[in-house]
Every structure is written in C-alpha cells, then in structure tokens.
C-alpha cells in the first residue's frame, strides 16, 4: 500500500454532511481535523511548514471569523508572529474599519481594529474553506485599507465549484488550499 500525500490524509478527516444547512447542500465540516491531535498537528504542521520559507513568512497571520481564528492563532504561535482577528461586525470593542460583501442571499459585513495591522506589514489571510469567496476578498480590502500587503490567502478547503479561488486569484491574490472538493 503506498502512503497517503498530507492533502489526502487531510481529506479523510473532513466529514461530509449532506443537506446542511438547506438541501441539496454537502457541508464540508473540518472539525474531526480538530478533534485527533495527531490530525489536527498534520493540519497544522502543513500550514507552518509553508510559511516558514523566508519569501512567503508573514509578519501577521489574520484569521477571518470564526474557524480562521482557530487556525490561524496556533499558526501564528508557530510562526512567532502576531495574529488579528477579521470579526463579523459589531464584535470588536476598539475603533474598526469595515467592508461590507455580498453573499448568495443578502450581505455581511466585517471588521478590523484600526491598529491590528501597520502599512508595510505582510500578512497571510487564513480561514477553513473557500466557497464563493465572499469573505476572504473582504478581508482582504480590509487588511489593505490600513497598509498592509496580504501576501497569500490560504484554507483547507476549495470548493472550486463555487467560483470563489478563482475570482480571488484573478484579483490578484495568490491562494493555497490543501484538499480541493469538485462538484457534489
């Protein structure tokens, strides 16, 4: 038997829930990557090891609400940078910047405290999953609205199906996922 690649270890761990949150949806849940240490430090250790490389290290890791936050905390622990949390809004005490993005139904809006970044700095932007790509390209024009260079966008998930990698690559913004699900 010959071994699996760190993606396809990954992959095994995610479960698939079908019809949730509305039917004919297939919900991607990382949380047994969470649950098993041994996992959850392959999870991390394939995150780490990238950005470790002097030409893609980060001053700051950003961690977009909620699961980026798990993510890119212990991430930014590894690395011994900073980490700043992109909240939904109304969820931060100090003065914010705010960008506002469209979803399927309706819109969202996130924020960022004034200081959590300086211009110059370069971040890595991090969250669970990619979809339509919503999310990260807010954070994103929130990061840049203070100065600093959002490096690269990284997740565990891709659902490329939806859009989202490819529009925020053709923004501008380089991207890496580790486990890629193609159609349903």
Known sequence: MQPLS?????????RTVPDWPAPGVQFRDITPLLQDPKVFRVLIDAFVHR?????LRPDVVAGL???GFILGAVVAYELN?????????GKLPFTTVEETYELEYGSATVELHTDAVKPGDRVLLIDDLIATGGTMM????????LGANVIEGAAIVDLPEL???QRLR????????LVDFEGH
């Open 6 to 14: 760190v993606n396809q270890y990954l992959r095994q761990h995610i």
């Open 51 to 55: 950005y470790m490389d002097k030409a």
């Open 65 to 67: 609400d909620a699961r």
């Open 81 to 89: 940078v900073g980490f700043v949390p992109i909240r939904k809004k």
């Open 138 to 145: 807010a954070g994103r024009r929130l990061l840049e609205k």
């Open 163 to 165: 859009g989202g990698s």
């Open 170 to 177: 053709e923004s501008g913004l380089p991207l890496y996922t």
